[in-house]
């Protein structure tokens, strides 16, 4: 069985699920449909069982399909990483590693921690995509990013999960607001007021409307955008509140001339973590960099300890 199974078919495979039909499947790597049908065909025959069955929508992967089909792209996959890695060498760079990171990962410190950590390694090129949790985790999973850094709130079983930052949910505010004078504010109180939401069906937004939830509210969003710096632009406009991590926004919040009240409740303390599927499958470039990213949250982590011992 194993010989009917080389790179080439397994991307004629790929091919087949996602064009859903042999001919256009065919079309797309260059060859006739017959050279297509006969070596799927071969490996159906190898395995005892079909792979693809003819559906409302085209061809369409069976059970045993779907599990070659994840299987194959995770070969393919790690194929191009490592023909991205061997070419790299001759350019001077040696290894490359692809991080995805959730919106509030990429707002705060880890871009400047990627940038020193690429100062001190030359001859590393790393790859930073944005994507939400659930993307970020699945992706780790199945061997298409090197690293994940995401909010420890998403289901991370069976990865490991590296401890990296912390940030600090607080309310963000036009000065005239009823709530700009409070030093502190707790979820509920904010529920009265119009307000905007950020990153629709992010882990973020979830959190909210579940704490909403729990409290027997409706969140209700008066308006609801991407970014961070639109969010602090709206609330300058008078618009609404904002709930945003202070470490990601406190730069645009000071530049419109907001007010950003710190949460009180206990879950409004985040913590990010850089996950992967396992020190053993990482390469050496992935994993210097694993680590790199480690050592920067024992620095922020004494700096917190510290000011807490000294306004005691």
Same mark, same amino acid.
């Given at each position: 069985m194993l010989r009917h199974l080389?790179?080439?078919?397994?991307?004629?495979?790929?091919?087949?699920?996602?064009?859903?039909?042999?001919?256009?499947?065919?079309? /797309?790597? $260059?060859? &006739?449909?017959? #050279? !297509?049908?006969? /070596?799927? $065909?071969? &490996?159906?025959? #190898? !395995?005892?069982?079909?792979?693809?069955?003819?559906?409302?929508r085209g061809i369409e992967p069976t059970a045993a399909g779907e599990v070659l089909l994840r299987q194959a792209r995770e070969v393919l996959w790690a194929l191009e990483r490592t023909q991205a890695e061997l070419t790299g060498f001759a350019a001077g760079v040696q290894g490359s590693v692809r991080v995805l990171a959730s919106v509030s990962a990429l707002a705060e410190e880890l871009p400047d921690d990627i940038a020193a950590f690429l100062a001190r390694h030359e001859k590393v090129s790393v790859t930073l995509d944005e994507r939400v949790s659930s993307e970020i985790v699945r992706s780790v999973r199945e061997g298409a990013a090197d690293l994940g850094v995401l909010w420890d709130a998403s289901d991370t079983t069976g990865l490991l999960a590296v401890p990296y930052r912390r940030d600090r949910l607080c309310v963000v505010l036009h000065p005239a607001h009823p709530l700009a004078k409070r030093r502190r504010l707790h979820f509920a109180q904010t529920l009265a007021h119009p307000a905007i939401g950020v990153a629709p069906g992010g882990m973020m937004d979830l959190l909210l409307r579940r704490e909403a939830a729990r409290l027997g509210m409706t969140l209700a969003y008066r308006i609801q955008i991407a970014s961070f710096d639109s969010a602090c632009r709206i609330a300058a406009a008078g618009l609404g509140l904002a709930v945003l991590p202070r470490e990601a926004t406190a730069l645009y919040a000071r530049a419109a001339g907001l007010v950003m009240v710190p949460l009180a409740d206990a879950w409004a303390v985040r913590r990010l973590v850089v996950v992967a599927r396992g020190e053993a499958t990482l390469s050496a470039s992935a994993k210097l960099l694993l680590e790199h990213l480690e050592q920067q949250a024992r620095p922020a982590q004494a700096s917190r300890r510290s000011s807490r011992q000294s306004s005691r």
């Open positions: 080389d790179p080439v078919t397994l991307r004629l495979f790929v091919a087949a699920c996602e064009e859903r039909n042999i001919a256009r499947a065919a079309a /797309r790597e $260059a060859l &006739v449909p017959s #050279a !297509v049908s006969k /070596r799927i $065909a071969a &490996v159906e025959a #190898a !395995v005892g069982t079909p792979l693809l069955v003819r559906g409302r």
